[in-house]
T-cell receptor, first 116, second 115 residues
Framework: DARVTQTPRHKVTEMGQEVTMRCQPILGHNTVFWYRQTMMQGLELLAYFRNRAPLDDSGMPKDRFSAEMPDATLATLKIQPSEPRDSAVYFC??????????????FGEGSRLTVL | QQQVKQSPQSLIVQKGGISIINCAYE??????FPWYQQFPGKGPALLIA?????SEKKEGRFTISFNKSAKQFSLHIMDSQPGDSATYFCAASMSDLFGNEKLTFGTGTRLTIIP
């Protein structure tokens, strides 16, 4: 049963601390997306990768957020320093573009972050 | 800039009734329109999707109606069941130069089906 795996599922931290969220995309998928979900803003695209190369991170606050794919089985989203306004659920999703059948993203169960 | 507007924010429908959720988009370059379903504590999952070359797509009890001239599309759930209670997101995307899809989501509709 292929699925996107995210860790940690829950994280509570204090303002100013570094937070790293990890994602294991589905084997064989060549695109990886990071989304942030809040009640006020809904689902916001933070960054995405294709074949491990970053293609768009325009939705991400550059001064404190960074996203990387050290290898095909791992994507990371780092916040340093964290702030209370970063409290949200962060979703990783992966997919594989296949001509006109592109578009389905498979989401992980999310990492719920609370910054005190 | 909100590129995909979704309504209503919440919806209560009686079991067996029809649930209708509407979305409107602004960017005419969008060429793929999926609907995602999200249960509490889970990530969104693809429910059904449509491309602008057709006006309707049906899968079981779920139908997307698409109006290209009005830049609107809607999800209809026939014979709504309590198990359909979830949050529904419409989305839209366009292919960039590299053939990737960047999904822009609506704000979501919390659907509750009552007995």
């Amino acid at each position: 049963d292929a699925r996107v795996t995210q860790t940690p599922r829950h994280k509570v931290t204090e303002m100013g601390q570094e937070v790293t969220m990890r994602c294991q995309p589905i084997l064989g998928h060549n695109t990886v997306f990071w989304y942030r979900q809040t009640m006020m803003q809904g689902l916001e695209l933070l960054a995405y990768f294709r074949n491990r190369a970053p293609l768009d991170d325009s939705g991400m606050p550059k001064d404190r957020f960074s996203a990387e794919m050290p290898d095909a089985t791992l994507a990371t989203l780092k916040i340093q320093p964290s702030e209370p306004r970063d409290s949200a659920v962060y979703f990783c999703a992966s997919g594989f573009r296949r001509d006109r059948d592109a578009g389905e993203l498979f989401f992980g169960e999310g990492s719920r972050l609370t910054v005190l | 800039q909100q590129q995909v507007k979704q309504s209503p924010q919440s919806l209560i429908v009686q079991k067996g009734g029809i649930s209708i959720i509407n979305c409107a988009y602004e960017n005419t370059a969008f060429d793929y329109f999926p609907w995602y379903q999200q249960f509490p504590g889970k990530g969104p999952a693809l429910l059904i999707a449509i491309r602008p070359d057709v006006s309707e797509k049906k899968e079981g009890r779920f139908t997307i109606s698409f109006n290209k001239s009005a830049k609107q599309f809607s999800l209809h759930i026939m014979d709504s069941q309590p198990g359909d209670s979830a949050t529904y997101f419409c989305a839209a995307s366009m292919s960039d130069l590299f053939g990737n899809e960047k999904l822009t989501f609506g704000t979501g509709t919390r659907l509750t089906i009552i007995p």
